[in-house]
């Protein structure tokens, strides 16, 4: 981490950041667990779950779950999901990932189709911010 | 509301929560009252104001008036709207039905162009942020 | 800045305020700084880049700059950035502008392709929330 950025850059293994040491995939801030739209690329480079919307939304997700641990908290301290899908056909299926993560939990939650992402393999892109208990 | 959500789901009747249990319309995280994108779609069913986008507009805005109040608060609290039209070209209507709803209140703003919303009914979708003063 | 408004609305010269008093640029709540998205608008009219999409990112991250030192913070306070694009292959142009900014510096980013902005004119929208070290 740059000495430069004042927030603490948290990261883990499964969500590789991306090359450039241009942007963090999740700064903490105060106590809240900022994170990038979260792709589902692969560490090894690739598309996790090939063109299915809803393997990409699981690893998506379990990159979120895998962040916001190691910011020190879980799902559970997710306040919001901002989900952007390049078809909005592809709804149900992301609906089908988040219930296997958030089932129990309700973040609030926004969901739009878009033009475009990243890289014309991703089909779903998310976003997060989490609270910490502890004010931490 | 599931046991397992850490923060407090605020509700209001004229708001209806999405079926499925899968997320909130609003939580209440700190003292940040977090929305999802709010849309026209009525509690019986259907959509408020047809395919009026002003009217739509005016539904999104009086959903996230009640839950900022029932969150304790009020449309001053609102820090930041984002605003989401499937055709841009209604940008003047919706500013309208804003100006009715926050005329001397000036949160941030941010109003963007998209290709879909959660169905082909909706042609704005609205989300907010607000700070309670009280520290929550 | 309407009475009613419980935020300090935050201001630069270089960041003209939208005309209408419908919304701020910028607000400070709590320790905060919460900007709309913010496009190369010119204070004089007209678009600061002309169809450069690297000169009007450029002009979008200046204002940033600007807003968030009217704030009393820096860039280095930047925690997030959401970047929308009208055209994605614009995306290196708007990374090189980023870097010029952000150097050192990793914010947590999302980067997305949408149908339209607030005008034709315009390439690229940049939203920015910082956090003030002070407790603000």
Redesign the interface.
């Known amino acids: ?7 603490e ?1 948290i990261t883990a293994p499964e969500a590789p950041e991306f090359p ?8 903490k ?4 667990v ?4 979260m792709v589902a690329s692969a560490a090894a480079g690739g598309v996790i779950g090939g063109d299915s919307a809803y393997e990409q939304a699981r690893a998506c997700f379990a990159k979120i779950e895998k962040l916001v641990e190691a910011a020190g908290g879980s799902l ?2 997710v ?4 989900i ?3 078809d ?1 056909a592809d ?1 149900p299926e992301i ?1 089908r990932a ?2 296997e993560f ?1 089932d ?15 890289g014309p393999e991703y089909k779903v ?1 998310i ?1 997060a ?1 989490a ?1 910490l ?1 502890d004010g931490g």
């Open positions: 981490m740059p000495t430069s950025v004042r927030f850059q450039g040491n241009i942007f963090s995939n999740c700064l801030a105060d106590n809240q900022v994170l990038s739209g559970a301290d306040a919001k999901l901002t952007y899908l390049t909005i709804r609906g988040r219930k958030f129990g939990r309700m973040p609030a939650s926004t969901l739009i189709g878009v033009n475009a992402l990243a892109e976003e911010i609270f208990e």
